[in-house]
Structures are given as structure tokens and as C-alpha cells.
């Protein structure tokens, strides 16, 4: 299926590595332009490269934070007016709500809310003019099914989510979508040290717990990067300018509702 998405611009963040990764693959795939961002230089500049060869598209790699102003200014400038934005930034720490300071939850909202707003809010509008946008938020499968240990990510996703359902159809008529991916368990490296830290907690092996984990998702394993990319760009397509404010779960059937 040609996704119809050729020579589009896409802004892509946290993508060095791990599901943004496989999101600005995908979209790369599809003949989009594609800016990724990420703080660690060098491993984003493997990436771009990778990708370039892989693909064949034009990669543009921006080293910033995108939490901050100056990495969002510094992400615009190098992709000023995108087609496709995708939201994505790593989750904050697990751990006990008892432990948490305000500083704890101010940074837990800024990378899992409010920056995610902020872009929607500085390129939507160009979006509309353009009649085309697309904008995929990755948040959590903790939206739908809330993890006790996330509960930062909980709430500043669930926030994230909130604004979304509102703001969402109000653009839709435009051709300009808003959605959120929802992963549940996928192969990266932050699952990974989780699965560790709870090897180590628990006194068993890493390839013990990964066990017990993919045990419990009904597919029988955690997802692959590339999957999740996938599901990213037909979000993105001109095939899915009928879907809006949605939440997709991409995890394998590990959430155990009907809505």
C-alpha cells in the first residue's frame, strides 16, 4: 500500500533509538523527508546515517532537548514547517509516589505533556494552511491500564491524553489528525534495564523475568520497534484522515478490556 506520504516533512522526536526510531524508519520508508531529534549527538548521528542507507530519504539529525525551548527552537528551525509530527519523549522514573517531590512531577509533565502540546501548538497551524497534518503522540499503554510503579508517566500521560481528546476535532475537518500510540511491551533498551532492575530486585536472572513477562502478553513476546513504526506511519498516511482523538494500543493483546 502506497501510504501517500512522498516527499511530506516529518519531525520526529526522541528517534536515535528505540519506538521513535522505528517510527522515523517507517516514515523514511514511505519517501518522507525526515528531521529526527535526540540529545546524544553521536548515537543520533548513527542513526541518521542508518537510516539514509537504509532508505535512501534525506535525514536531517538535530541534537537537542526537546523538552527545553531552545531544543524545540533549534528542532523548527531545521524542520520549520512539518507535515507529520510525532510525539515522543523517554518516560520518567519508576518508583513510589511517597519519594516524589514537585520537581519530580514539574519534569515528569514537561517531557510527557506539556512539550508534546507545545509542538502541537506551534505547527498546527501551518498544518491547516497546508491542508495536510498528521500528529502521533507516543504515550503508554499505562493510559488505558495504569501501572502502580509509573504513576509520573501515569499521570502526565493521562493529561497528555486529555488535551488531545478535546483539541482533536476541532482540526479534523482541515485534514489534520491527532493521535496517540499506546505501546505496551516492545524490545528497547528501557525495557530492558527494567527487566534488569527487577533481576536483580528479585534474585533471578534477566532472561527468567523476560520470560515471565512474555508470558503474560497474548501474542507470547514484546513487539519490535519496526512493528510499532508501522502502525506509526499509517496514522500518518492520507489513508487515515477519517481517524482522530483515537488511542491505539499496540501490545501484543496484553490489555485485557473491551474499551
Not at 38 to 65: F, W
Request: aromatic fraction near 6%.
Amino acid at each position: 500500500m502506497d501510504l501517500g506520504i512522498a516527499g511530506r516533512r516529518a519531525l520526529v522526536c526522541a528517534s536515535s533509538k528505540g519506538l521513535g526510531r522505528g517510527c522515523a524508519e517507517a516514515l523514511a520508508a514511505e519517501g518522507a523527508e525526515v528531521t529526527i531529534l535526540a540529545r546524544t549527538r553521536e548515537t543520533l548521528e548513527e542513526t541518521a546515517e542508518a537510516i539514509r542507507t537504509k532508505t535512501g530519504a534525506r535525514v536531517i539529525a538535530v541534537a537537542c532537548d526537546i523538552t527545553t525551548p531552545e531544543g524545540r527552537t533549534a528542532a523548527l528551525a531545521a524542520c520549520p514547517e512539518p507535515d507529520i509530527l510525532v510525539n515522543n519523549a523517554g518516560g520518567p522514573p519508576p518508583g513510589d509516589f511517597h519519594d516524589w517531590e514537585r520537581d519530580d512531577w514539574i519534569a515528569a509533565l514537561d517531557g510527557n505533556m506539556l512539550t508534546p502540546i507545545e509542538l502541537i501548538r506551534q505547527t498546527i497551524d501551518g498544518m491547516v494552511a497546508r491542508r495536510f497534518g498528521r500528529i502521533v503522540n507516543i504515550t503508554s499503554s499505562s493510559v488505558k491500564a495504569p501501572i502502580e510503579v509509573l504513576g509520573l508517566s501515569n499521570g502526565a500521560r493521562s493529561g497528555l491524553t486529555g488535551f488531545v481528546a478535546g483539541v482533536a476535532r476541532r482540526y479534523v475537518s482541515h485534514n489534520v489528525t491527532i493521535n496517540n500510540l499506546l505501546p505496551g511491551s516492545f524490545d528497547t533498551d528501557r525495557i530492558a534495564k527494567m527487566l534488569d532492575a527487577v533481576a536483580k530486585k528479585s534474585n533471578v536472572s534477566v532472561d527468567e523475568i523476560r520470560a515471565q513477562r512474555e508470558k503474560g502478553i497474548p501474542a507470547g513476546r514484546f513487539g519490535q520497534p519496526a512493528e510499532f513504526g508501522a502502525a506509526c506511519a499509517f496514522l500518518c498516511s492520507t489513508h487515515a484522515s477519517y481517524i482522530t482523538g483515537q488511542n491505539w494500543l499496540v501490545d501484543g493483546g496484553a490489555y485485557p478490556g473491551t474499551y
